[in-house]
């Protein structure tokens, strides 16, 4: 049996992602709103050219690739594979939906449901022709989802992208090669992601699009930075936070939700006048303190909280695939 090792570039992206996802839901759930007296506040403003839309695609993306990646290991090790990803789905699903109750409009209720209805079929799609065929329907729903206008209906798309992207192992071969094809990755693209920016100011319905080539920008750019000396520190930091990205994810709702409770005296409220640069300084905050916490967990444990307790819902009662004393273990 091939043992599977942990990507370290995907944590660090997972968890580049997990910071972009606070900055986005974070007003959303102390109810801010970008115009005050009539006037746009510049925070927001920001926000959309820089957040929004940017870092939900790579957290889809990755999501995708980790599902295959199970699902890799699940055909290795359990008897009945699929019934091991169903669990994960129906748990993640359970946990989605108490999220909901903090922050409707979470993304992990709507993760499970497409998952449950298109992930896991695709499993039952031939070896040969799963990562190809995934692919390409990955990539016409993805550019359906961003004409339609990005949001939710590029979830498919990236799903099966990520999927195809897992099967096909490009992960680990682009480890090998990273050093030198990430950094030309991010110099093209960023002209690109420069001029779609520049573009969107005047057609915000591009948003979407603009937003995946941004994500990819981005992707490139942490990659090829977490390689650096200098920027080792922050990619330690980065990876802890993608290796407990889902307590961290919930923890983060819970602090939001309970500081609504001191919001006037903390600037934060929606009537406060800079309600949304003290939000930022916030998430930084919040980002700073998850960093360091997941880092001392992580010298202890091997998990976070919400993933070991996902794992043991997911792998609990699994019958081996291959059973102690039988012919094909000897």
């Keep these: 049996m091939r043992i ?10 997972r968890g580049f992602a997990l910071c972009g996802i606070l900055f986005a839901n974070a007003p959303a759930i102390l109810r801010l709103h970008p115009v005050r007296d009539g006037a746009l506040d510049p925070v927001p403003r920001v926000l959309e050219l820089v957040v ?60 499970a449901i497409v998952g449950l209805t298109l992930l896991l079929p695709s499993t039952f799609l031939p070896r040969r022709w799963a990562a190809p065929a995934t692919g390409v329907a990955g990539a016409l729903l993805t550019v359906a989802g961003a004409a339609l206008g990005g949001g939710l209906v590029l979830v ?17 071969r682009l480890e090998s090669v990273a050093r030198h094809v990430l950094p030309m990755a991010a110099l ?21 699009a603009v937003g995946l080539i941004m994500a990819a920008t981005y992707a490139c750019l942490v990659l090829s930075l977490s390689r650096t000396t200098g920027f080792a520190v922050m990619a330690a930091l980065l ?39 003290h939000t930022v300084v916030l998430c930084v905050l919040i980002l700073v303190v998850q960093g360091a916490v997941s880092r001392w967990w992580l010298s202890r444990f091997d998990q976070g909280p919400l993933e070991w307790l996902l ?20």
Excluded at 4 to 13: F, H, I, K, S, T
Aim: aromatic letters at 8%; one cysteine or more; glycine letters at 12%.
């Design 156 to 172: 498919p798309g990236l799903f099966l992208l990520g999927f195809a992207a897992g099967l096909a192992d490009l992960p680990r």
């Design 311 to 330: 794992r043991k819902a997911s792998w609990a009662g699994a019958a081996p695939a291959v059973r102690a004393g039988s012919a094909a273990a000897a």
């Design 52 to 111: 929004y839309g940017r870092f939900f695609p790579l957290f889809s993306l990755l999501f995708g690739i980790g599902f295959a990646l199970m699902w890799r290991s699940a055909r290795c090790r359990a008897a009945a594979p699929r019934v091991v990803l169903l669990r994960r789905i129906l748990a993640l699903a359970a946990l989605g939906a108490l999220h909901q109750l903090l922050q409707p409009g979470e993304a992990l209720l709507p993760y």
């Design 4 to 13: 599977m090792r942990r990507l370290p570039g995907l944590d660090v992206l």
């Design 188 to 208: 093209a693209l960023g002209p690109a992601a420069a001029a779609g920016v520049l573009w969107q100011l005047g057609h915000p319905e591009a948003g979407a």
């Design 239 to 277: 990876a802890a936070l993608g290796r407990t990205a889902l307590t961290n994810y919930v923890a983060a709702t819970l602090i939001v939700v309970g500081l609504r409770v001191a919001a006037r005296p903390l600037g934060i409220g929606p009537d406060a006048p800079r309600a949304w640069s």
